[in-house]
């Protein structure tokens, strides 16, 4: 072997070496660069249930609206569910049965054309028929505690000309069956529920 490939060798193994060093994410210990992303958030929220900083209604409100769209919208001067509407309700009564601790308000809305008081009667024909759709999808009756009609009071966009994103729903969560002390950790329990739920291996047909 010539010198100068002999030198060749050693460099590169030398550079082999200094790549594999302690220093290389592989020989660290696992876990140490670890980007946990959202993991953690279920630790804090229930710390933060169990010294009384937030609500675990709180909580559930900011999944609710992360997970599943929380609005659905109307023909003009009608409360009859469409299709596109059904599909969105079906993923909000899928999402509400998980977690049967839960309580609901479903409140109705109107653009600003016509009377005051015609739109206050034609957000509650809205809010109804959503909550009939819930139920027919599983939602027990008493999950939604109300169904309230605010007319044309809180327009997302403000506007007295027909508008089809201020005719719709909006369903909120409300609160809890009963409530509940600072420290029975019922975001834990919830989070455990829902990884055991997601552990089960599916049945797998032969």
């Known amino acids: 072997m010539t010198f ?21 994410s592989f020989y660290k210990e696992a876990g140490i660069g670890l980007d946990e992303g959202g993991f953690g958030n279920p630790t804090m929220h229930n710390s933060m249930l169990q010294s009384g900083e937030i609500s675990l209604a ?21 409360a009859e569910i469409s299709q596109e509407a059904r599909g969105i309700l079906q993923m909000q009564a899928r999402w509400m049965r998980q977690f049967p601790e839960l309580r609901y308000t479903i409140y109705g809305h109107t653009d600003l054309v016509g009377s005051t008081a015609y739109n206050r009667r034609l957000g509650q ?19 939604i505690i109300a169904v309230v009609s605010r007319g044309q009071t809180q327009p997302l ?5 027909y508008e089809p994103a201020n005719r719709r729903t909006v369903t909120e969560v409300s609160g809890l069956v009963r409530r509940a002390t600072a420290m029975q950790g019922q975001y834990a329990q919830i989070i455990q529920r829902e990884f055991i739920t997601s552990a089960q291996e599916p049945h797998r047909q032969r």
């Open 4 to 24: 100068q490939r002999r030198f060749f060798l050693l460099g590169a193994l030398g550079f082999s070496l200094t790549a594999c060093d302690s220093s290389s």
């Open 58 to 78: 709180e909580v559930m409100t900011r999944r609710f609206h992360a997970e599943v769209p929380s609005m659905v919208n109307f023909a003009f001067d009608s």
């Open 125 to 143: 024909r809205r809010a109804d028929a959503v909550a009939t759709v819930l139920v027919s999808f599983g939602v027990p009756r008493r999950s």
């Open 157 to 161: 966009i403000a506007t007295q000309g």
